[in-house]
């Protein structure tokens, strides 16, 4: 099934819309805290009100006291928290459209995103490792078409080849090993939706870069790297991770991954399978442990003296902004919980009309 166009649209909408300051988005965990101390809150009143005696009698008790108003507090404060982010992140939409000519080359990253990529022999660990060394590589990139392929045991082409920059980066901050369900590390799938990724009528200015542990347990990856050599794709293989490996961490145990028979799993680089890639796409193979900077010059040099080819593509040069409106609603909704009263004010007697018959007898 031919996902392109699928891709395609996804891709459109993301160049479309963007925030501005991706780090402000960081401050949602907040609101996970501001929930917990909400039900702490709810829970400690309850618990309160329990000892004192029958809850129902005692909440009479209370001048004007209404959960139902606290919590509406709650809702209000909480969304205009959300807006308020949402504000300062600046959402943002494409306005204007221009073709940007460039003189580069096309090529896409195939990251590996198996459990197995979650390691520390690579701190903190060798996705994220990974992906601090695509950063850093699309940094020096900026004038190459990019596009992504992710893998573990299928392989999808995430993303296109663009030169928008900004949607390789917001697709990469997405990428997690549950992008894929299907555990295992299938290179050569990698190796073959990423050659049907480029130009099939022409023979030059592609270049491919596998990351990965190199921990395939299936065969043919060397076969399709020399299927996209004769396509004109040259295959560039980068082993993240130490031969000697290093303990998988277990989600569901907290500890670390064990096999049937109760011993630790360990998981090592298999630096051999990912040279003969390299060798077998005319390339070269380049060890990444802690030395990014060094992987980045070599692979960035190597780009750069490869022929080069002019290209063009319309890319939005200019957004509208709207973080106005996220931060006026914002504001509206903080005047309305500062006006809204915790509870009701009704009088100590009114809710115990008991005792005003008391004492009018």
């Not at 006026?328 to 919980?337: S, T």
Request: proline share 3%; with cysteine; hydrophobic share 45%.
């Amino acid at each position: 099934m031919n996902h392109f166009p699928a891709i395609a649209r996804e891709v459109a909408f993301y160049n479309m819309l963007r925030f501005q300051h991706t780090e402000y988005l960081w401050a949602f965990a907040l609101l996970i805290v501001l929930t917990l101390a909400f039900f702490w809150v709810s829970w400690w009143k309850r618990r309160s009100i329990r000892r004192i005696g029958d809850p129902a009698m005692v909440e009479k008790l209370f001048s004007g006291y209404s959960r139902k108003l606290f919590t509406l507090k709650f809702i209000l404060v909480f969304l205009a928290f959300f807006f308020g982010v949402i504000g300062l992140a600046n959402l943002q939409k494409g306005s204007r459209v221009e073709k940007i000519t460039r003189k580069g080359v096309d090529v896409i990253i195939a990251l590996d995103v198996s459990k197995s990529m979650l390691a520390t022999d690579a701190k903190p660990d060798r996705l994220t490792r990974a992906k601090q060394l695509m950063t850093r590589l699309m940094e020096k990139m900026d004038n190459d078409r990019i596009g992504l392929v992710v893998f573990a045991g299928n392989a999808y082409l995430q993303m296109p080849l663009t030169v928008d920059y900004s949607a390789a980066r917001m697709y990469l901050g997405s990428i997690s090993p549950d992008l894929i369900p299907r555990q295992g590390t299938e290179i050569g799938e990698a190796i073959r939706v990423s050659d049907e990724a480029f130009n099939k009528k022409e023979r030059k200015h592609k270049a491919l870069i596998v990351i990965s542990d190199g921990e395939d347990h299936q065969e043919g990856a060397v076969a399709e790297a020399k299927k996209a050599l004769e396509n004109g794709v040259v295959i560039y293989t980068v082993g993240i991770g130490s031969p000697t490996g290093s303990p998988l961490p277990d989600a569901e145990s907290g500890g670390m991954k064990k096999d049937n028979e109760g011993n630790t799993v360990i998981s090592k680089l298999n630096e051999e399978e990912l040279k003969k890639i390299a060798s077998a796409g005319k390339g070269m193979y380049l060890q990444l442990l802690n030395n990014t900077d060094e992987v980045v010059d070599a692979l960035s040099d190597r780009i750069d003296k490869m022929e080069q080819k002019e290209f063009g593509e319309n890319v939005f040069t200019d957004y509208n902004s709207y973080f106005q409106y996220f931060l006026g609603i914002c504001l509206v909704l903080i005047v309305l919980e500062f006006f809204i009263p915790e509870g009701t004010s009704r009088k100590k007697t009114d809710a115990l009309p008991g005792i005003q018959k008391a004492e009018a007898a």
